[in-house]
């Protein structure tokens, strides 16, 4: 078998490794060739990408790793290619619960929409991969690419679980730590990756970590879209929360949530009542001193 890389002869490479797919596809030499017909099938028109996949599932095993390089392959140049990419991934690596969860982790918004359903059948064989990326630390002088990129993947691992009903390795890393990467990723990428609202605001009502309440109503800002019923049972509870709760951290999140909200009007009315109580109490001290003091002459 000779596939040569030459360029602008892609389809005539792909005709003669599709036969040769059909004839030997236990051959030794996919190895090394598995690239090649890789590279050639994300550079197809889409129109055909059915007729090749099903050409090449006698090997897919080996056009599983050159398609997921292209697939994290994130150069603006070569989105279409990571598009043709992701969707041949979805079919060949159906079957192997551990490759969706390693692409999974490291999808983008797009890539995650169309690889997570086919994880989520497999969701018992998927799960370990999941929790121990979540699970996983690096050593204390490992560098910031490998703190980001580990950060990430955990992010996108934690809504994969929290869509699977499996949310108790989620909640804490919304937890305020020394590095704060991993809570901020999951922070923004519970609403693009399709988390939902009702879990958020559930989780509110029983968490008792402020650091974690704090995240938990950051991201709900994110939500774009949300149900008029999620958002008219949550908003007593925020407006509750900005009422009672002292801590600056969360009382800051609960008023960017409602200036997000649209809720200026009942922060205006809110705070100006508070600065006449607070005139009133003040004016109300000053009276008391002064008595003390026309005490103390007599």
Request: proline share 6%; hydrophobic share 40%.
């Amino acid at each position: 078998m000779a596939l040569t890389p030459d360029k602008g002869k892609e389809p005539q490479r792909l005709r003669a490794a599709a036969a040769l797919a059909k004839y030997d596809p236990e051959s030794g030499r996919w190895g090394k060739a598995g690239a090649l017909v890789g590279n050639d099938l994300v550079r197809e028109n889409p129109v055909f990408l059915g007729q090749w996949s099903e050409a090449f599932r006698p090997i897919k095993g080996s056009l599983v790793s050159p398609l997921s390089d292209i697939y994290r392959d994130h150069q603006p140049e070569r989105a279409a290619e990571r598009s043709l990419a992701t969707n041949i991934l979805a079919d060949y690596a159906a079957d192997q619960p551990k490759v969706l969860a390693d692409l999974v982790m490291d999808a983008d918004e797009k890539q995650f929409a169309i690889l997570f359903p086919k994880l989520e059948d497999r969701r018992e064989q998927g799960l370990p991969g999941l929790i121990g990326e979540i699970d996983r630390k690096l050593l204390p002088y490992a560098k910031d690419e490998a703190k980001e990129k580990l950060a990430k993947r955990q992010a996108n691992a934690a809504v994969a679980l929290l869509r699977m009903k499996r949310a108790e390795k989620v909640w804490p890393l919304l937890k305020h730590s020394p590095d704060p990467r991993a809570r901020s990723y999951l922070i923004h990428r519970l609403y693009p990756l399709g988390a939902d609202a009702k879990s958020i605001v559930n989780r509110l009502a029983v968490e008792e970590d402020i650091t974690i309440r704090s995240a938990l109503l950051l991201s709900l800002g994110e939500f774009i879209e949300l149900s008029p019923d999620v958002r008219k049972t949550m908003l007593p509870k925020l407006q509750d929360i900005y009422h009672r709760e002292s801590d600056p951290g969360l009382h800051a999140a609960a008023e960017w949530l409602l200036q997000t909200w649209k809720e200026d009007r009942w922060l205006k009315q809110t705070n100006d009542a508070w600065a006449k109580d607070d005139a009133r109490r003040e004016k109300a001290s000053r009276a008391a001193i002064a008595q003390c003091l026309e005490v103390k002459r007599e």
